[in-house]
């Protein structure tokens, strides 16, 4: 029970305060949800490729915005959110204001046209509105990227809340070279893992809006107790934080403590329109019946994540404030470490005193948001490795069976990469997450904005623009060190830093895509007809794409894809 | 405008007495129209949007988010510009009058003590995005009435759903 710094583990991620001992109840309700998950996983098991990859496409508004929800809200959001508002302050409020408002522009120009284009994955519309299996295959490299980049931080969540509930597991069986953290983030991407092998989207869908539950449970009851047991809270604590705000330092507070004004506006940026090119999240919207749904299932989707994204910077003034009070100062030399900050949910639950199994729910909580998300995010990169590039490029008379081969190969290849590059995370767990932000809105974005909106855009130019956008995007990647050792170069680190590169990248890759579409050929009627139908308002019979449509229309015209 | 049309169904029969059946046409497979389709509003002696949209064969017309073809995307369009010009206000507003205006954006607000700025940019930006969703998915849904558009859905559960808006849609408010 005792705040255990153990020597030997002083050199690895440690949370300074938070109790690292085996906790007996938090680790039933931990694995209790874990095998629950399992089994309803097990229940909805399927075999069929199209059930595994849309579930079918039957799910209604309000479970389809809790889907949404539970997808989103990752262990950045229940996490690295309240982490960043606690260390770096008002700058942290950019990713509050980016996670949330991008839904309103995904929104307007998108949740519908994708609907409407009725393709499975995001490679599978790049590959067909621009007519080109090179186009399809960057989309696809650029979701299994995105996927990748995003699950690092999912894993250094996983790791650091498992330490709270399980200790460290060296005390018990010595794991020779993994420190308490990483065998901890190891254990849970093999129990995250073994799970996606085991059931496919439409058991995960099921478990999703039962993890958005959880979650959401978890955190606001957490913040509610902590509020109340400290005196800071009665029953609003989003609201009245505000009388605390004045007593946590400047650093909190002060508009350009933690950031400028510039790396705020380009962090915000990224983050809105990542959200828009997230292939996580554009997976959602044919899971629907019809437009409509597509649209009031986005706007569910923002409600449910509101009411964790409204009440995390209470949750954060709370955890500073005691922190302040037992551990150390927060700010300064030597402050609050990024790995506190990054469980400073579940620190400020156990500083309040909280009982030990409601500590417990609150972390376990934080597992099922890490759980989801990876869950969501590693159908898209295996969808897009065995549906994109596997059976469309590489082996065109797949057969199902052999897809789904690959898919689940391929789960298990990003999750052992995921785990090598989680052993030593280069940044805290929100700024990793951003950096998948940044890819999406350079890369994937542009493609599906002009793609949906602009007939004329045309193979020539999404080629140059993905090509372009993801050099951009590696640009900041590899100066900051986040590959390899780093540059270091200053002006790119100041103007295009990789948790906000889309400010500059993403209007760069559309004036490319743009300038190249218009000094090329216009793309083929048939193309510019499948865009026109994503936007006419006639009703469109499930299960039918914008494609199907123009094919009927022109007769037997030939396939073009 | 009008270059953009066809006007293979309106060149033949265009009196309101086929406008039904033409309807009816258009939505094969889909069920029956929903809505006498000439009640709708009426310009001086045109052609109201209604009619001049159930005339617009989507696959002859040009998509283009600055140059809407037809009214029913010229109606869509408006709604969308508008609700993303407050967007961007709600936004990057805050932060950005901060950047200029430091001293009177951190005034501690009354009763509740936050500096003005971080209520802004916490609480409101978040909430005016959900409240902007709210507005534009039930515009869209009045746009579609407008235009007399019905959803398919091949779900029973869902079709008391998509038949009775208001119903489904009032608690999102909360």
Request: hydrophobic share 50%; proline share 5%.
């Amino acid at each position: 029970m005792s705040v255990a710094v153990a020597p030997l583990q002083a050199e690895g991620l440690l949370p300074e305060g938070l109790d690292v001992s085996f906790k007996l109840l938090p680790g039933i309700i931990v694995v209790s949800m874990m095998t629950l998950f399992l089994a309803i996983g097990f229940v909805f098991k399927v075999a069929d490729t199209d059930d595994m990859w849309v579930a079918g496409r039957s799910i209604g508004n309000i479970e389809n915005g809790m889907a949404i929800g539970a997808n989103w809200m990752s262990a950045a959001s229940y996490l690295g959110m309240a982490a960043l508002i606690a260390l770096s302050g008002v700058y942290g409020l950019a990713y509050v204001v980016g996670w949330t408002t991008g839904y309103f522009v995904l929104l307007i120009f998108m949740a519908a046209q994708m609907r409407r284009f009725g393709k499975y994955t995001a490679p599978d519309f790049v590959g067909d509105r621009f007519n080109s299996d090179s186009a399809r295959a960057l989309a696809a490299i650029t979701t299994f990227l995105i996927g990748f980049v995003y699950a690092l931080g999912q894993a250094r969540g996983m790791g650091l809340v498992g330490m709270y509930i399980l200790g460290d597991i060296n005390n018990v069986v010595p794991l020779p070279g993994l420190d308490a953290y990483q065998a901890m983030m190891v254990l849970f991407m093999i129990v995250t893992i073994a799970y996606l092998a085991l059931s496919g989207m439409l058991g995960a869908t099921k478990n999703m809006a039962l993890q958005y539950i959880i979650l959401i449970v978890a955190f606001l009851t957490g913040l509610l107790a902590t509020g109340w047991t400290e005196g800071y809270s009665t029953l609003l604590p989003q609201i009245e934080y505000g009388l605390l705000i004045s007593e946590l330092g400047a650093e909190f507070s002060d508009p350009f403590a933690g950031g400028s004004y510039y790396l705020w506006i380009a962090t915000c940026f990224s983050l809105v329109f990542g959200t828009c090119g997230l292939p996580h999240v554009l997976v959602r919207f044919y899971t629907v019946d019809n437009e409509r749904t597509a649209r009031w299932s986005c706007t569910w989707g923002l409600f449910f994540i509101c009411l964790l994204y409204l009440s995390a910077p209470a949750f954060a003034a709370f955890g500073t404030d005691l922190y302040g009070q037992n551990v150390g100062a927060v700010y300064g030399d030597p402050g609050m470490t990024d790995a506190a900050a990054d469980v400073i949910v579940v620190l400020a639950a156990q500083l309040a005193g909280l009982p030990e199994w409601f500590v417990g729910f609150i972390a376990a909580g934080g597992i099922a948001a890490a759980v989801a998300t990876t869950a969501g995010l590693f159908i898209a990169a295996s969808s897009a490795i065995s549906h994109d590039i596997y059976a469309t490029i590489i082996n065109e008379d797949a057969t199902q069976r052999q897809q789904v081969l690959v898919g689940r190969l391929s789960i298990v290849a990003i999750g052992v990469l995921t785990i090598i590059f989680s052993l030593d995370p280069t940044a805290p767990i929100a700024a990793l997450v951003s950096f998948a932000f940044s890819l999406a809105a350079i890369v994937l974005f542009p493609m599906f904005f002009l793609g949906l909106w602009w007939e004329n855009t045309n193979r020539q130019g999404a080629l140059a623009g993905m090509i372009a956008g993801l050099i951009i995007w590696l640009t900041p990647m590899f100066n900051e060190g986040h590959f390899g050792s780093g540059w270091g170069i200053e002006a790119i680190a100041t103007w295009m830093p990789a948790v906000g590169s889309a400010l500059i990248g993403m209007p760069l890759v559309m004036l490319i895509t743009v300038f190249v579409s218009y000094v090329t050929d216009e793309p083929p009627e048939r193309t510019k007809m499948m865009v026109r139908q994503c936007h006419s308002p006639e009703p469109m019979p499930r299960n039918k794409t914008a494609a199907e449509v123009v094919r009927e229309k022109n007769g037997n015209a030939p396939a073009d894809d | 405008m009008q270059d953009n049309l066809t006007h293979d169904q309106s060149m033949t029969d265009n009196d309101s007495h086929d406008d039904a059946q033409e309807d009816g046409e258009r939505k094969t497979n889909r069920g029956p129209p929903d809505r006498p389709p000439t009640e709708q509003v009426r310009t001086d002696g045109g052609k109201s949007d209604v009619e001049i949209e159930r005339e617009v064969d989507y696959l002859e017309v040009e998509i283009n988010l600055l140059k809407p073809a037809t009214p029913f995307m010229r109606d869509h369009l408006r709604v969308i510009w508008l609700g993303f010009g407050i967007w961007v206000v709600t936004t990057f507003g805050p932060i950005t009058a901060t950047r200029f205006a430091p001293d009177l954006m951190t005034t501690p607000m009354p009763i509740i003590e936050f500096p003005l700025h971080y209520f802004l940019i916490a609480i409101v930006a978040p909430s005016s995005a959900l409240i902007l969703s709210v507005w534009y998915a039930k515009k869209r849904d009045g746009i579609d009435e407008k235009y007399g558009i019905k959803q398919v859905t091949d779900d029973p559960d869902d079709a008391g759903a998509t038949a009775e808006p208001a119903a489904a849609d009032g608690g999102t408010d909360e």
